[in-house]
């Protein structure tokens, strides 16, 4: 955790009494430390262990015999990271730690490896890593929306080699002269969305990263579908 420069927040006895009690009575703040605590400025987690322990013990839900019931702790911990992660990936990651990252067929699971990747490199300097001289294959069964032609060229032929999002030219041209430009559903298929020209639109590779990618990318679907007339504002589906 304090490699991937993680910040403990708050600390809480979470045992079954404690659950039972308001919040703040549940806080524990061991001796000789403030949080928030930054975890990578801490010199000795052996001691930072017994001062937790120490506090912990001395909680008001301690049983008659002393000490507490349980060592049920909560720990909040705020990490920028997290944005990019899912909850079971980053609780695996912590209950495997590796310093390095091993290569993967995965799309989604290499996604989350180059992330963790690049924090540690952001909060530690390391060599260059070896790569591969051979790289590996793999055989893999995946599931992939079965998707209309005739909407991408429709599509395609309206934009008339400019991108509908940012209204630039396609910024290069394919081997038979079009322009390169990628059909994007402004309503995700994974969302739901329909495979109709009310859903698609043209746009360049750089616009169509963003429409996925960028934190504001709902605003910029907004924006998109207040732009063109054809397209409507498909709800989400679950």
């Given at each position: ?15 079954s009494e404690a659950m039972r009690l308001p919040e703040k009575k549940r806080q524990i703040r061991p001796k000789g430390y403030t949080l928030p605590l ?112 005739e909407v991408i060229a429709w599509v395609l032929e309206e934009a008339a080699g400019n991108c509908e999002s940012c209204g630039s030219p396609a910024p ?67």
């Amino acid at each position: 955790m304090a490699e991937l420069g993680m910040v403990l927040d708050d600390l809480q006895v979470a045992s079954s009494e404690a659950m039972r009690l308001p919040e703040k009575k549940r806080q524990i703040r061991p001796k000789g430390y403030t949080l928030p605590l930054e975890l990578s400025k801490v010199p000795d987690f052996d001691e930072l262990r017994l001062a937790i322990g120490r506090v912990t013990g001395e909680h008001e839900t301690k049983s008659k015999k002393g000490g507490n019931r349980t060592k049920r702790l909560r720990l909040r911990i705020r990490w920028i990271g997290a944005s990019g992660m899912s909850a079971d990936s980053i609780a695996t990651m912590l209950a495997h730690w590796d310093p390095s990252e091993e290569p993967t067929g995965d799309p989604k699971e290499l996604s989350e490896r180059v992330e963790r990747a690049r924090i540690r490199r952001r909060t530690k300097k390391a060599a260059p890593p070896k790569g591969q001289e051979k790289v590996p294959k793999t055989t893999a069964t995946t599931e992939r929306y079965i998707r209309d032609p005739e909407v991408i060229a429709w599509v395609l032929e309206e934009a008339a080699g400019n991108c509908e999002s940012c209204g630039s030219p396609a910024p290069f041209r394919r081997a038979d002269g079009e322009g390169f430009l990628e059909v994007h559903h402004v309503r995700p298929l994974g969302e739901g969305g329909p495979d109709i020209i009310e859903n698609a639109t043209a746009c360049c590779p750089n616009c169509h990263r963003r429409l996925h990618h960028d934190p504001a990318k709902n605003t910029l679907r907004r924006k998109l579908i207040a732009s063109i007339n054809r397209l409507k504002d498909f709800q989400a589906k679950t």
